[in-house]
């Protein structure tokens, strides 16, 4: 397969932590060009990664650069006008997610992803999970139809310990573009949409559409938990638990039951590069699968279904809608905090 042409937007730390060394891993991308309003961060990232093209002004990027898609690793407010501004040039998009800020947002690119017949694909990198892949698989092929769906998801207050054991410190600029607003400002939403985002995405995954949903909220020193009852599009029914943070290790994982059989799975943090540890169960056949993944880095996998979906022309991994259904959940979420009732999504 002819490689796809990658431009980066943002040099900042996920792309230092994730995406520049998945872009240099892939070999179904070829990365040319970045940009970054930060001449110096630019500079030592170009040179690092010995990247041809660099660029301070994204308009001349999509204007000159050597590129046909681009990887928009930028703050959650400039999420749509860049996507919007990269579809209008002709790139292909992969964009972090949360997609945007709220959903009605980011519903205006579906209209130009239908006018353009580009791509865009959501970087909920979970989905590229060997693990969580063949969870889906075993689920969908063996075991449905499912009748209880679990998930939760506890950040630690351990992170930044575990990430300066794992990671170099990312290299920082005062010269970096930043949003009006400080998304950090109100810790809780930043915590509920941020963090929570992931944690729906996989339960769609896993389980189809969340139709319905009831929640209540407990916070204490700083930190938040969210439980929630769950309603499937399926019929089935379910919890989910969203806690920021913990002072304890890293929690996160899933739990399907369905009429043949179940799936557990434990997460990792996904700088360790792990894949999940996954049992499927069987009951027709008595036996327990636990899939093992070599090749378990889910920002370059997230990458080379990106670029597989451009050569070949097949379906998006995580697409626009796939983001803003789960955005509506986790709104419906908070209006049920509000309400103290049951909310539709």
């Known amino acids: 397969m002819k490689p796809v042409k990658l431009g980066i937007i943002g040099c900042g730390p996920i792309s230092q932590y994730a995406h520049l060394p998945a872009a240099t ?41 050597d590129v046909e898609a681009v990887l928009l690793a930028v703050p959650d407010a400039f999420h749509i006008p860049l996507t919007l501004d990269c579809l209008r040039f ?20 579906e209209e130009v992803i239908r006018e353009t017949g580009l791509k865009v694909l959501v970087g909920n990198m979970k989905r590229h999970d060997p693990g969580i892949e063949f969870a889906r698989e075993f689920i969908t092929q063996k075991i449905s139809p499912l009748f209880s769906i679990d998930g939760w998801y506890c950040d630690t207050a351990l992170r930044p310990l575990l990430q300066d054991t794992l990671l170099l410190p990312p290299l920082t600029s005062e010269r970096s573009k930043k949003p009006e607003l400080d998304p950090k400002a109100d810790k809780e939403k930043y915590s509920l949409y941020t963090h929570g985002i992931h944690l729906v995405n996989t339960l769609h995954y896993l389980g189809g559409p969340i139709v319905g949903i009831v929640g209540i909220k407990a916070e204490s020193h700083g930190s938040y938990s969210w439980h929630a009852v769950t309603e499937y599009q399926s019929g089935a029914i379910g919890h989910l638990e969203l806690t920021v943070k913990i002072n304890a290790n890293w929690s996160e994982g899933f739990r399907v039951h369905g009429r043949f059989g179940s799936v557990t799975g434990t997460t990792y943090l996904p700088f360790f590069r792990l894949p999940s540890e996954v049992k499927a169960f069987d009951i027709r056949t008595g036996v327990t699968e636990i899939p093992i993944g070599a090749d378990s880095d889910p920002y370059k996998r997230q990458l080379d279904s990106f670029a597989r979906s451009i050569r070949e022309n097949t379906p998006i991994a995580c697409t626009v809608a796939d983001a803003i259904r789960d955005l509506k959940v986790l709104e419906a979420l908070d209006r049920s905090l509000q309400e103290a009732a049951w909310q539709k999504v």
């Open 25 to 65: 891993k892939s070999e179904l991308v070829d990365l040319l060009a970045i940009c970054d309003q930060a001449d110096d961060l630019l500079r030592a990232m170009s040179a690092c990664y010995q990247i041809p093209q660099t660029f301070t002004d994204h308009k001349e990027f999509l204007k000159s650069a």
């Open 90 to 109: 002709g790139k292909h998009v992969l964009v972090e997610k949360p997609l945007a800020p709220c959903s009605a947002e980011a519903e205006v690119l």
